[in-house]
């Protein structure tokens, strides 16, 4: 079975500028999450979506941070303007179904960003 | 106050020892938890899904304490190959799930 598929692995880019980040979640998955890792702490749920529509967007940044899952399969997550302090590895995750208490979450590899 | 808190760590061991994670949470709503374990510079995997009554996976035990709201994880017989940071995630019934900052376990030879 496919796993959720991230891209690109790895972005640095300047302070100020823009980047997107894609995911492809496991086939036939409702749910869609997006976590922030920063280095040394868990990952931080930036925004949950329940086939195309947002469960849970409450701590997304939303002046420079926004996100979407168009035909609720694949999603972009995008930053615009970068700021230093966004450095961390962007996970996205996928689960069966929102609700069913016991699903696991599947996790991709993850985005690098490093902003300078 | 953090919602969902976990031992710092590191813990460092030797082979074979046995060795315990805990983990509080806040919320009397959660409804589900888990234990994940993160490989350096990987993704989250699920390790172990805790139930009310524990439960063990070879030499993996999960306990859950509502009515003192943690969990905790039990390693027996460690091996190198446990080696990692340990994620505790606390489930409400809404499907809202947090994540503890993980706790980082170095099984020595």
């Known amino acids: 079975e496919a796993g959720v598929a991230q891209s690109p692995r790895y972005k640095i880019i300047e302070k100020r500028q823009s980047v997107a980040f894609w995911c492809n979640p496991i086939?036939?998955?409702?749910?869609l999450y997006w976590y922030q890792q920063i280095l040394g702490q868990g990952p931080k749920l930036l925004i949950q979506?329940?086939?195309?529509?947002?469960?849970?967007d409450s701590q997304l940044p939303k002046d420079r941070f926004s996100a979407e899952r168009l035909k609720g399969v694949d999603s972009t997550l995008k930053i615009q303007p970068a700021k230093l302090e966004d450095s961390a590895v962007y996970l996205c995750?996928?689960?069966?179904?929102?609700?069913?208490?016991?699903?696991?979450?599947?996790f991709g590899q993850g985005t690098r960003l490093t902003v300078v | 106050r953090k919602e969902v808190e976990q031992d710092p760590g590191p813990f460092n061991v030797p082979e074979g020892a046995t060795v315990a994670f805990n983990c509080t949470y806040s919320?009397?709503?959660?409804?589900?938890f888990f234990w994940y374990r993160q490989d350096c510079r990987k993704e989250p995997k699920l390790l172990m899904s805790?139930?009310?009554s524990g439960n063990e996976d070879g030499r993996f035990t999960a306990q859950l304490n509502r009515a003192s709201q943690y969990i905790s994880l039990l390693i027996r017989d460690s091996k190198l190959s446990d080696s990692a940071t340990y994620l505790c995630?606390?489930?409400?019934?809404?499907?809202?799930?947090?994540f503890g900052d993980g706790t980082t376990l170095t099984v020595k030879p």
């Open positions: 995630v606390v489930k409400t019934n809404a499907g809202k799930s947090t």
């Open positions: 086939s036939g998955h409702a749910t």
């Open positions: 995750a996928s689960s069966l179904v929102l609700g069913a208490l016991d699903t696991e979450a599947f």
């Open positions: 979506f329940q086939n195309n529509g947002v469960v849970d």
């Open positions: 805790v139930y009310s």
């Open positions: 919320n009397s709503a959660s409804q589900s």
